[in-house]
């Protein structure tokens, strides 16, 4: 036990003989080192030396000009060769840009009008031809086709057969004094209403008695009377129907 203990406190003891002459000899190095770097800067700061460089006899570099006594005169840009590649067109001898359009001078152009007078048309004349598509397609357009529709008249004379007619027409129709008068009420003769017809106007030829109508598919529901009437002057001639547009 004795032994062991010796043995211990010696490595200590070597242990910290080691380790103290480490310390001593990083700073004794390290305080050589330092005065080494102080001495050399002192040095640098303390010397007159310049470094001289003697550019008498000197010579530019290959491709170097000098500029204050160039050997050429300076060229303007325009002058200078394009570094992109050469364009060819055929057709196309020269290529101008916006600025440097170049003048043309003809006699064969007109001159410039810089106000515009008024147009004399007196002596135009205008016609249109006849015999073409365009005209025969107006001329067609113009034709309007009449609604053909199965229609009968009804010559009332009497106050019994007005009183008959009303009871199955409705609406306002006009008084009549059946002495020197008499009304009559166009009727429809298909499945058309009766209110499709309208009477235009009447003529009494001597030998007719002519009423003119037309027929009217528009506007039926804003109709108040279901039948369209006349009043006529009583006479015995027969009745003549004839459409118009």
């Known amino acids: 036990m004795k032994l062991t203990l010796n043995t211990l406190f010696l490595a200590v003891l070597a242990f910290l ?11 004794s190095h390290g305080i050589k080192e330092a005065a080494q770097l102080q001495a050399l800067f002192q040095t640098e700061q303390n ?7 003697n550019l008498q006899n000197a010579s530019l570099a290959d491709g170097v000009a000098d500029t204050e006594n160039p050997a050429q005169p300076v060229q303007q840009g325009s002058a200078l060769p394009s570094q ?23 006699e064969n152009l007109p001159a410039p009008q810089t106000e515009k007078g008024p147009v004399d048309l007196a002596g135009v004349q205008g016609q249109v031809p006849a015999n073409t598509d365009n005209a025969r397609q107006a001329q067609q357009a113009t034709n309007i086709t009449m609604i053909e529709a199965p229609v009968k008249a009804r010559v009332i004379s009497s106050l019994e057969e007005y009183k008959a007619f ?24 298909s499945n058309l209403p009766d209110k499709v017809f309208d009477i235009a106007s009447v003529e009494q030829n001597g030998e007719n008695l002519v009423i003119f109508y037309r027929v009217n598919v528009f ?6 009377n279901t039948h369209s009437a006349v009043k006529t002057t009583k006479t015995d001639l027969p009745v003549v129907l004839k459409q118009v547009l």
């Open 17 to 27: 003989a080691g380790a103290g002459f480490m310390r001593w000899w990083d700073v």
């Open 47 to 53: 010397t007159d030396a310049v470094l001289d460089v």
């Open 84 to 106: 992109l590649s050469p364009i060819h067109l055929e057709g196309i001898s020269e290529v101008y840009g916006k600025s440097a359009a170049p003048v043309v001078e003809s």
């Open 219 to 224: 506007g039926l529901d804003q109709k108040t």
């Open 166 to 189: 009303k009871q199955i027409a409705r609406g306002s129709y006009p008084a009549a004094d059946f002495n020197e008068e008499q009304v009559v009420v166009l009727e429809s003769q």
